[in-house]
């Protein structure tokens, strides 16, 4: 079943950014099947993403987290301070929790893995452009599960609650 994405008051400008032609082409194709997208921009290297999106000023960019000569986390990084209003979604084939967190703390609105579907590209996009977070929904799990692990051992609840007295 099709989930009705958002109705959007005017045209979403979309730049993507992959170092793999083919992988531009695939997202390329999904991104025409969503109403109210327009991609306004690609680009096959961080520093060259960098560049079209402080000429084009998209509403979202696609960044892979993998490219050669800047990773998407670094780029991220720089647009986040340069267009704060830019909803930056990293896309990646790595399901590894470290980074979904280097990817948060960087500035990212959403991290989505490569093999997603037409509707979840969707749900993401409409997320994002509404002033939320989309996280691929297994690594989110999996990433609070690795958190939990992590802090297990760190008694919060008596400082959280002792804060409320």
Not at 30 to 39: A, F, H, R, T, Y
Not at 88 to 106: C, N
Not at 132 to 151: I, Q
Request: with cysteine; proline share 4%.
């Amino acid at each position: 079943m099709k989930r009705a994405h958002v109705a959007r008051s005017h045209c979403a400008g979309i730049v993507i950014a992959d170092d793999n032609v083919f992988a531009r082409k695939s997202l390329r194709s999904m991104l025409g099947e969503l109403p109210g997208i327009s991609i306004v921009g690609e680009a096959c290297s961080g520093t060259e993403m960098i560049d079209l999106c402080l000429q084009v000023r998209p509403q979202v960019a696609l960044i892979d987290i993998r490219m050669p000569d800047m990773d998407g986390i670094a780029v991220t990084r720089v647009l986040a301070r340069a267009l704060p209003d830019t909803k930056i979604i990293i896309m990646s084939m790595m399901a590894e929790p470290l980074l979904l967190i280097e990817a948060l703390r960087a500035g990212t609105c959403g991290y989505l893995l490569k093999d997603l579907s037409l509707d979840e590209l969707g749900v993401a996009l409409d997320t994002v452009l509404g002033g939320g977070t989309y996280l691929n929904p297994e690594l989110a799990t999996t990433t609070l599960r690795y958190l939990l692990a992590t802090v297990a051992s760190t008694p919060v609840h008596s400082q959280c609650l002792g804060s409320l007295t």
